[in-house]
């Protein structure tokens, strides 16, 4: 196990240390390191899942992740909204509020 500085481990490494260290080795360091899938597309499947599920908590990290990732507001918005209809109104509602709260450039 690594023991640099990374997300998992300063958010949650002092309560749940085999969690974090898992989510670093084998989540980001093995999974979204895959060459099958760009990052950009690992984005965009994962915040689709999580707005799918309702899991808004996690977009907090996710949502800015797919932007540095190279997913554009216009995609996530085009994404929340097309969810609408796959994942159900309320679901694409939550993930448009957690959107305008994470990325305020594009709020008009």
């Known amino acids: 196990m690594s023991t640099k500085p990374t997300t998992a481990r300063e958010s949650f490494g002092a309560v749940a240390p085999k969690l974090a260290e898992l989510s670093d080795?084998?989540?980001f360091?093995?999974?979204w390191e895959r060459p099958d899938l760009s990052k950009r597309d690992r984005s965009l499947i994962t915040c689709a899942a999580?707005?799918?599920q309702g899991k808004t908590e996690q977009?907090?990290?996710h949502f800015?992740?797919?932007v540095i990732n190279g997913?554009?507001?216009d995609e996530l918005i085009e994404m929340i909204t097309h969810l609408a209809?796959?994942?159900g109104w309320p679901s694409a509602m939550s993930a448009l509020a957690k959107f305008?709260?994470?990325i305020p450039a594009t709020n008009k």
Do not use: H, Q
């Open 25 to 27: 080795d084998v989540l």
């Open 29 to 31: 360091g093995d999974v």
């Open 50 to 52: 999580l707005i799918a």
């Open 85 to 87: 209809f796959y994942a």
């Open 59 to 61: 977009m907090n990290f």
């Open 64 to 66: 800015p992740r797919a």
């Open 100 to 102: 305008k709260e994470l």
């Open 71 to 73: 997913v554009t507001p």
